[in-house]
């Protein structure tokens, strides 16, 4: 059984930077592409970024505009997202989980709070 957790989040201010980790506890998941997604209050999870085993191929939701980059240390088992030039709108809880994610590994989630 397959357990994701999620850290890094916080608050910081506009402009501002964060890097996200998501470790995964139990069978390795370095052959399986992966992805980060975020839920806004009152709002539809939505995708954020995605990347193969092999960082051969990566793949950013439109809102990102070179702003966050994903990366992945298939040794340690974990997923970064890192995060630059924030705004308020990225606001959110954010979660990791395989891609397309799987119903089953959807963890508790990072809380990022993006202020003026």
């Known amino acids: 059984q397959v357990q994701l957790v999620e850290s890094g989040g916080g608050s910081v201010q506009t402009g501002g930077s964060l890097t996200l980790s998501c470790v995964a506890f139990?069978?390795?998941?370095?052959?399986?592409?992966m992805g980060w997604f975020r839920q806004a209050p009152g709002k539809d999870r939505e995708f954020v970024a995605r990347i193969l085993w092999n960082d051969d191929s990566i793949y950013y939701g439109d809102f990102v505009k070179g702003r966050f980059t994903i990366s992945r240390d298939n040794v340690k088992n974990t997923l970064y997202l890192q995060m630059n030039s924030l705004k308020s709108e990225d606001t959110g809880v954010y979660y990791c989980?395989?891609?397309?994610?799987?119903?089953?590994?959807w963890g508790q989630g990072t809380q990022v709070t993006v202020s003026s």
């Open positions: 139990g069978p390795n998941l370095g052959y399986r592409p």
């Open positions: 989980n395989t891609y397309p994610p799987a119903k089953e590994y």
